[in-house]
Protein backbone atom coordinates (compact mmCIF):
# COMPACT_ATOMS: atom_id res chain seq x y z
CA UNK A 1 0.00 0.00 0.00
CA UNK A 2 1.07 3.46 -0.89
CA UNK A 3 0.05 6.42 1.24
CA UNK A 4 1.08 10.00 1.20
CA UNK A 5 -0.58 11.08 4.20
CA UNK A 6 0.43 11.76 7.95
CA UNK A 7 -1.05 9.07 10.15
CA UNK A 8 -3.84 9.19 12.47
CA UNK A 9 -6.09 11.75 9.85
CA UNK A 10 -9.71 11.89 11.10
CA UNK A 11 -12.68 11.94 8.56
CA UNK A 12 -13.46 15.51 9.59
CA UNK A 13 -10.15 16.67 9.05
CA UNK A 14 -11.14 15.85 5.10
CA UNK A 15 -14.16 17.07 5.45
CA UNK A 16 -13.43 20.39 6.59
CA UNK A 17 -10.62 20.74 3.82
CA UNK A 18 -13.24 19.55 0.88
CA UNK A 19 -16.14 21.91 2.25
CA UNK A 20 -13.85 24.73 1.96
CA UNK A 21 -12.62 23.46 -1.64
CA UNK A 22 -15.57 24.46 -4.18
CA UNK A 23 -14.76 25.14 -6.98
CA UNK A 24 -16.39 28.16 -9.01
CA UNK A 25 -16.66 26.60 -12.13
CA UNK A 26 -16.65 23.08 -13.20
CA UNK A 27 -13.60 22.08 -16.09
CA UNK A 28 -15.35 18.05 -16.45
CA UNK A 29 -12.81 16.08 -18.80
CA UNK A 30 -15.27 14.63 -21.67
CA UNK A 31 -13.86 11.15 -20.97
CA UNK A 32 -15.33 11.08 -17.94
CA UNK A 33 -18.79 12.23 -19.46
CA UNK A 34 -18.92 9.64 -21.74
CA UNK A 35 -18.66 6.58 -19.08
CA UNK A 36 -22.15 7.68 -18.60
CA UNK A 37 -24.40 4.86 -19.91
CA UNK A 38 -27.88 6.25 -22.63
CA UNK A 39 -29.53 3.52 -21.60
CA UNK A 40 -30.47 3.45 -18.24
CA UNK A 41 -34.11 5.35 -18.78
CA UNK A 42 -35.81 4.83 -15.32
CA UNK A 43 -32.77 3.79 -13.24
CA UNK A 44 -31.90 5.27 -9.91
CA UNK A 45 -28.69 6.69 -10.29
CA UNK A 46 -26.19 8.05 -7.61
CA UNK A 47 -22.99 10.74 -8.29
CA UNK A 48 -21.54 9.50 -4.29
CA UNK A 49 -18.74 11.92 -2.69
CA UNK A 50 -20.06 14.14 -6.28
CA UNK A 51 -18.21 17.59 -5.27
CA UNK A 52 -19.51 19.49 -8.18
CA UNK A 53 -20.40 16.48 -10.18
CA UNK A 54 -18.20 15.71 -13.62
CA UNK A 55 -21.36 14.33 -14.61
CA UNK A 56 -24.08 16.46 -13.96
CA UNK A 57 -24.79 18.35 -17.35
CA UNK A 58 -24.92 14.74 -19.48
CA UNK A 59 -27.31 13.47 -15.94
CA UNK A 60 -29.61 16.79 -17.20
CA UNK A 61 -29.16 16.00 -20.67
CA UNK A 62 -30.65 12.71 -20.01
CA UNK A 63 -33.17 13.11 -17.92
CA UNK A 64 -31.76 11.02 -15.32
CA UNK A 65 -33.56 10.54 -12.03
CA UNK A 66 -30.05 11.31 -9.71
CA UNK A 67 -29.28 11.42 -6.40
CA UNK A 68 -26.05 13.49 -5.00
CA UNK A 69 -24.51 12.39 -2.01
CA UNK A 70 -21.77 14.45 -0.24
CA UNK A 71 -20.01 14.76 2.73
CA UNK A 72 -19.09 18.38 2.36
CA UNK A 73 -22.29 20.66 2.73
CA UNK A 74 -21.28 23.33 1.32
CA UNK A 75 -20.37 21.65 -2.04
CA UNK A 76 -23.92 20.71 -1.95
CA UNK A 77 -25.21 23.92 -2.33
CA UNK A 78 -23.80 24.37 -5.61
CA UNK A 79 -25.65 21.18 -7.66
CA UNK A 80 -29.41 22.75 -8.86
CA UNK A 81 -30.17 19.39 -10.04
CA UNK A 82 -31.40 16.13 -8.79
CA UNK A 83 -32.05 14.95 -4.78
CA UNK A 84 -29.18 15.60 -2.95
CA UNK A 85 -27.96 13.72 0.71
CA UNK A 86 -25.39 15.52 3.44
CA UNK A 87 -23.90 12.07 4.05
CA UNK A 88 -20.73 10.38 4.56
CA UNK A 89 -20.06 7.30 2.22
CA UNK A 90 -18.98 5.20 5.77
CA UNK A 91 -22.93 5.56 6.73
CA UNK A 92 -24.92 6.05 3.71
CA UNK A 93 -28.73 6.65 4.84
CA UNK A 94 -30.48 4.46 2.28
CA UNK A 95 -31.75 1.05 2.33
CA UNK A 96 -30.00 -2.00 0.88
CA UNK A 97 -30.02 -2.54 -2.29
CA UNK A 98 -31.60 0.47 -3.47
CA UNK A 99 -29.67 2.08 -6.21
CA UNK A 100 -29.08 0.56 -9.48
CA UNK A 101 -25.75 2.97 -10.92
CA UNK A 102 -23.50 4.83 -8.57
CA UNK A 103 -20.46 6.67 -9.84
CA UNK A 104 -17.88 7.81 -7.18
CA UNK A 105 -14.87 9.40 -9.02
CA UNK A 106 -12.04 10.72 -6.96
CA UNK A 107 -13.37 9.71 -3.30
CA UNK A 108 -12.50 6.32 -1.93
CA UNK A 109 -8.77 7.19 -2.04
CA UNK A 110 -9.33 10.13 0.56
CA UNK A 111 -11.11 8.38 3.09
CA UNK A 112 -9.73 6.97 5.82
CA UNK A 113 -12.06 3.97 6.63
CA UNK A 114 -12.11 2.72 3.15
CA UNK A 115 -12.85 -0.46 3.88
CA UNK A 116 -16.16 0.47 5.77
CA UNK A 117 -17.22 2.91 2.38
CA UNK A 118 -16.57 0.03 0.27
CA UNK A 119 -19.35 -1.84 1.86
CA UNK A 120 -21.49 0.85 2.17
CA UNK A 121 -21.25 1.21 -1.57
CA UNK A 122 -21.34 -2.55 -1.99
CA UNK A 123 -24.65 -2.63 0.42
CA UNK A 124 -26.95 -0.21 -1.74
CA UNK A 125 -26.36 -1.17 -4.78
CA UNK A 126 -28.99 -3.56 -5.94
CA UNK A 127 -28.06 -7.21 -7.33
CA UNK A 128 -26.76 -6.65 -10.76
CA UNK A 129 -26.13 -2.78 -10.38
CA UNK A 130 -22.93 -1.21 -11.71
CA UNK A 131 -20.63 1.06 -9.52
CA UNK A 132 -18.13 3.30 -11.44
CA UNK A 133 -14.86 3.85 -9.06
CA UNK A 134 -12.57 6.29 -9.92
CA UNK A 135 -9.14 5.87 -8.16
CA UNK A 136 -5.67 7.59 -8.54
CA UNK A 137 -3.32 5.45 -10.18
CA UNK A 138 0.14 4.36 -8.83
CA UNK A 139 3.58 5.52 -10.06
CA UNK A 140 1.85 8.85 -11.95
CA UNK A 141 3.40 11.93 -11.97
CA UNK A 142 0.86 13.15 -9.82
CA UNK A 143 1.43 10.99 -7.01
CA UNK A 144 5.48 11.43 -7.75
CA UNK A 145 4.66 15.33 -6.73
CA UNK A 146 2.03 14.72 -3.80
CA UNK A 147 5.13 12.47 -2.25
CA UNK A 148 8.02 15.00 -3.03
CA UNK A 149 5.73 17.64 -1.47
CA UNK A 150 4.86 15.77 1.44
CA UNK A 151 8.45 14.25 2.34
CA UNK A 152 10.03 17.91 2.34
CA UNK A 153 9.75 20.14 5.12
CA UNK A 154 12.04 22.90 3.38
CA UNK A 155 9.97 25.73 2.51
CA UNK A 156 11.59 26.59 -0.92
CA UNK A 157 11.37 23.72 -1.87
CA UNK A 158 7.68 23.17 -1.43
CA UNK A 159 6.88 26.32 -3.13
CA UNK A 160 8.70 25.30 -6.05
CA UNK A 161 6.44 22.08 -6.09
CA UNK A 162 3.27 24.19 -5.63
CA UNK A 163 4.38 26.28 -8.68
CA UNK A 164 5.78 23.29 -10.77
CA UNK A 165 2.45 21.40 -9.77
CA UNK A 166 -0.09 24.55 -11.05
CA UNK A 167 2.42 24.94 -14.12
CA UNK A 168 1.46 21.27 -14.87
CA UNK A 169 -1.63 21.77 -14.27
CA UNK A 170 -2.20 24.78 -16.31
CA UNK A 171 -0.97 22.77 -19.31
CA UNK A 172 -3.23 19.94 -18.62
CA UNK A 173 -6.08 21.37 -18.73
CA UNK A 174 -5.06 24.26 -22.13
CA UNK A 175 -4.55 20.63 -23.97
CA UNK A 176 -7.86 19.85 -23.77
CA UNK A 177 -9.15 23.49 -24.13
CA UNK A 178 -10.13 24.00 -20.79
CA UNK A 179 -10.07 27.13 -18.65
CA UNK A 180 -10.64 28.41 -15.67
CA UNK A 181 -9.84 31.55 -13.03
CA UNK A 182 -7.18 32.08 -10.61
CA UNK A 183 -9.20 31.11 -7.90
CA UNK A 184 -10.02 28.11 -8.92
CA UNK A 185 -6.31 27.51 -10.10
CA UNK A 186 -5.03 27.98 -6.87
CA UNK A 187 -7.77 25.25 -5.77
CA UNK A 188 -6.75 22.36 -7.54
CA UNK A 189 -3.35 22.49 -6.30
CA UNK A 190 -4.25 22.80 -2.63
CA UNK A 191 -6.69 19.47 -4.06
CA UNK A 192 -3.28 17.44 -5.31
CA UNK A 193 -0.97 18.73 -2.97
CA UNK A 194 -2.99 19.14 0.64
CA UNK A 195 -6.07 17.01 0.64
CA UNK A 196 -5.08 15.78 4.39
CA UNK A 197 -5.28 11.83 3.35
CA UNK A 198 -4.84 10.06 0.25
CA UNK A 199 -3.83 7.10 -1.37
CA UNK A 200 -1.97 5.60 -4.68
CA UNK A 201 -2.56 2.27 -4.76
CA UNK A 202 -2.84 -0.31 -8.04
CA UNK A 203 -6.98 -1.19 -9.28
CA UNK A 204 -5.82 -5.23 -8.06
CA UNK A 205 -6.39 -4.05 -4.28
CA UNK A 206 -9.44 -2.31 -5.28
CA UNK A 207 -10.95 -5.42 -7.01
CA UNK A 208 -10.39 -7.46 -3.79
CA UNK A 209 -11.94 -5.33 -1.70
CA UNK A 210 -15.10 -5.06 -3.69
CA UNK A 211 -15.33 -8.67 -3.69
CA UNK A 212 -15.24 -9.09 -0.27
CA UNK A 213 -18.31 -6.92 -0.49
CA UNK A 214 -20.39 -8.89 -3.63
CA UNK A 215 -18.61 -7.14 -6.29
CA UNK A 216 -16.52 -8.12 -9.17
CA UNK A 217 -15.02 -6.21 -11.89
CA UNK A 218 -16.03 -5.61 -15.55
CA UNK A 219 -14.03 -3.63 -16.94
CA UNK A 220 -11.08 -1.27 -16.11
CA UNK A 221 -9.91 2.22 -17.68
CA UNK A 222 -7.65 4.75 -17.15
CA UNK A 223 -8.69 8.92 -17.43
CA UNK A 224 -4.89 10.59 -16.95
CA UNK A 225 -4.20 9.81 -13.57
CA UNK A 226 -7.21 7.97 -12.09
CA UNK A 227 -7.82 4.28 -12.86
CA UNK A 228 -11.57 3.73 -13.30
CA UNK A 229 -13.22 0.23 -12.12
CA UNK A 230 -16.88 -0.78 -13.38
CA UNK A 231 -18.02 -2.91 -11.02
CA UNK A 232 -21.39 -5.26 -10.90
CA UNK A 233 -23.08 -6.58 -7.68
CA UNK A 234 -23.30 -10.34 -7.82
CA UNK A 235 -25.13 -11.22 -4.92
Known amino acids: MSETSRALVTQDEVTKFYDRLVFPSKT???????????????SKVGDFGCGQSL???????????VLFLDIASN????????????????????????????FCIGVLHHIP?????????ARVLKKGGRLYLGVYATKTLQSFIRKAYNRTGNALLRGII???????????????????????????????????YVR??????????????????????RISSMNVLILEKTI
Request: glycine letters at 6%; hydrophobic letters at 35%.
Open 200 to 221: YLPPQYYATLFEENGCIVNDTT
Open 28 to 42: SHKAYEELVPRNLGA
Open 55 to 65: FIDTFRQLNYD
Open 75 to 102: VLKHIDYGKKIHASLTDIPLANGYMDVI
Open 113 to 121: EMGKASAEL
Open 162 to 196: YLLTGFLIWRRHRRNKLGYGSVEHVKRIDDILKTP
